[in-house]
């Protein structure tokens, strides 16, 4: 067989949110991991996150101390949801 015989063509539709904003280390939830991850990188002792497009959950574009602000907010359970969750 030839390897064109082994492509597949499918549509898909994807429904929801592919990012899980908050969720920088990859974990599937938002833990005091993200918080301290982002901790770190906002203080330049670490240079990305492993899940860096969930950082930015205000959806302003920039990474900033108002993203681990809202991040903590969710956490501590004072918000239920983020900004760029609607985004």
């Not at 064109?4 to 904003?21: C, L, Q």
């Not at 330049?44 to 991040?71: C, E, F, H, R, Y």
């Not at 501590?76 to 985004?87: H, K, S, T, Y």
Request: charged fraction near 25%.
């Amino acid at each position: 067989a030839e390897a064109s015989d082994w492509i597949f063509k499918y549509d898909v539709t994807v429904e929801g949110s592919a990012v899980m904003y908050g969720d920088v280390d990859g974990s599937g939830e938002l833990d005091d991991n993200d918080l301290i991850l982002f901790r770190k990188l906002y203080a330049g002792l670490i240079d990305t996150l492993p899940n860096i497009n969930a950082a930015d959950v205000d959806g302003s574009g920039d990474l900033d101390d108002n993203d681990l602000i809202l991040m903590r907010k969710l956490y501590a359970g004072l918000i239920d949801q983020l900004p760029a969750q609607g985004n």
